[in-house]
C-alpha cells in the first residue's frame, strides 16, 4: 500500500473526467451523477485490475471552500485503468440535500489517503437543480391562485376575430366609375397622351449629339470635358448685352489701353507743332519752359496692368512717363515708369516697362504723369498700356 502511494503521489492528475446525468428532467432526476477516472503510475502506463479507496468530497464556494457532502468508495480499475462511481450513491439523503443553486461547487478527489485535486463543476450536475420544477409540474395550477387575481378571466367578452363584429368600422367609400359629373371637365381621351418616348417630344434640347454635354455639374458646349459651369470650345456669339465677370476665360485675354494718338487724348491744336510730326501730339516743352501732362485712365476693376510704352519725338530732352496709382490717382508710388531716350526730330516707340498690377477701382484711381527735363522740341504721341482680363 505504501509503494501504491508514493505512485499515487506523483501522478500527473486524473486523464478523463465525465460526468453523466440519466433519467428526464421532469420525469424523475436521479440524485447521483457519473464520475469516471483512470489511475495511473508514474510512468503514465494504466494502473489496472488495482483495488483503491477513493473519497469523494463536494466542496461550496472555491477549492478551498467548505466540504458539504463525502463519501467513500471501494473500487477496482479494469483492465484499461478505468474505474467508474456514483456520486451520491454512498449518502443519497445528505446528497439530496446539496443547494446546487448556491454554488459554485467543486469536486475533491483522495486515492488510498492522496489527494489528487480539486476540480470545478460546470453544467452537468446542477441539472440536479430543475428537479425543483417536478414538483410545479405536479402540483398542478388551476388559475386561482393570488398570481392571477388581475388576469382577465372572462373569455366571453373576447374579440371574436369577425370584422362584422368590431365597432366605429370605417366607412369604405363606393368604387368610382369614372363617369360621375364631378369628372366631366378631365380629359378622358387617352389616344392623345404622351405615350412617354422621347422623340415624341417637341422642341426637345440639344443634347451630347449636338455638341452640349453635361458633366460634373458642368456645361460643355463645342467641348466633352467642361471644367467651368460654362466651357465653350469656340467664338462666341451674343445677341444683347452681357453682365460682367459672367464669363470667365480658361486663358486670360490682352487687352491694350490707347491713351493719345488718333484718340485725340492729347489734342491741343498747336499751331507750332513741326510737319514732320502729328496732329494729335502734344508739346511737353517749349524753347524755353517744359511742361507735366496729367491725365486719368479709365481700367476695368479686376484687370491685371502687364506694361507700358510710348511714342515720343524727342529732339533735345529725356521724356519720362508713369502710370500712378492711389485715392486721387496719384499719391501712392508709381506701377509703372519709363524713360525714353534722346531722338533726332524723330517718332520712336520706346521698350515697354513690365510690371503686374490688379486694378482695384473700388479703393483707388488710375492717372497718367508725362514730364521732360529738358526745354525744346519735345513731343508725346500715344501711351499705350497692356492688360489683360479673365473675365468678359
Not at 409540474?137 to 382577465?152: C, I, K, L, P, T
Not at 485725340?264 to 510737319?275: E, L, Q, R, V
Not at 519752359?289 to 506694361?307: E, Q, R
Request: charge should be negative; glycine fraction near 8%.
Amino acid at each position: 500500500m505504501k509503494e501504491f502511494n508514493q505512485i499515487l503521489t506523483r501522478l500527473t492528475g486524473i486523464v478523463l473526467l465525465l460526468f453523466l446525468l440519466t433519467g428526464s428532467v421532469f420525469n424523475q432526476v436521479p440524485d447521483k451523477f457519473n464520475y469516471q477516472a483512470v489511475l495511473r503510475d508514474a510512468q503514465g502506463v494504466a494502473r489496472t485490475n488495482y483495488a483503491a479507496n477513493v473519497q469523494v468530497s463536494i466542496v461550496q464556494g472555491s477549492a478551498s471552500g467548505s466540504v458539504v457532502y463525502s463519501e467513500t468508495h471501494s473500487a477496482t480499475s479494469n483492465a484499461l485503468g478505468l474505474i467508474n462511481l456514483e456520486i451520491g450513491s454512498v449518502n443519497p439523503a445528505n446528497f439530496a440535500n446539496i443547494d446546487w443553486s448556491n454554488g459554485p461547487y467543486f469536486i475533491k478527489i483522495n486515492v488510498n489517503g492522496t489527494e489528487m485535486g480539486t476540480t470545478q463543476l460546470l453544467s452537468v450536475p446542477y441539472a440536479l437543480y430543475a428537479k425543483t420544477a417536478e414538483s410545479a409540474n405536479n402540483a398542478g395550477v388551476s388559475g386561482n391562485e393570488s398570481a392571477f387575481n388581475n388576469w382577465d378571466k372572462d373569455f366571453s367578452d373576447d374579440f371574436s376575430g369577425n370584422y362584422n363584429d368590431l365597432s366605429d368600422k370605417p366607412t369604405i367609400p363606393a368604387p368610382v366609375a369614372g363617369t360621375e359629373s364631378v369628372f366631366n371637365a378631365w380629359d378622358k381621351n387617352a389616344s392623345d397622351d404622351f405615350l412617354g418616348n422621347y422623340n415624341d417630344l417637341i422642341n426637345k434640347p440639344w443634347l451630347n449629339a449636338s455638341g452640349i454635354v453635361y458633366s460634373n455639374s458642368n456645361i460643355g458646349i463645342g467641348t466633352a470635358s467642361p471644367t467651368q459651369q460654362l466651357s465653350v470650345a469656340g467664338n462666341i456669339s451674343a445677341t444683347g448685352s452681357v453682365n460682367s465677370n459672367s464669363y470667365t476665360y480658361n486663358v486670360a485675354k490682352t487687352r491694350y489701353l490707347n491713351i493719345g494718338g488718333s484718340t485725340g487724348s492729347f489734342n491741343k491744336n498747336y499751331t507750332d507743332i513741326p510737319a514732320t510730326t502729328t496732329a494729335f501730339a502734344h508739346y511737353l516743352s517749349s524753347s524755353a519752359t517744359t511742361y507735366k501732362l496729367l491725365y486719368n485712365v479709365d481700367l476695368p476693376n479686376g484687370a491685371v496692368i502687364k506694361g507700358i510704352r510710348m511714342t515720343v519725338y524727342s529732339s533735345t530732352g529725356t521724356i519720362t512717363c508713369s502710370l500712378n496709382y492711389g485715392t486721387d490717382g496719384w499719391t501712392k508710388a508709381p506701377i509703372a515708369s519709363l524713360t525714353s531716350a534722346t531722338h533726332t526730330n524723330t517718332w520712336q516707340w520706346s521698350p515697354e516697362v513690365t510690371c503686374d498690377h490688379t486694378v482695384n477701382t473700388a479703393n483707388y484711381c488710375y492717372g497718367i504723369e508725362v514730364s521732360c527735363d529738358t526745354p525744346g522740341l519735345n513731343l508725346i504721341g500715344i501711351i499705350r498700356i497692356r492688360y489683360e482680363i479673365s473675365n468678359l
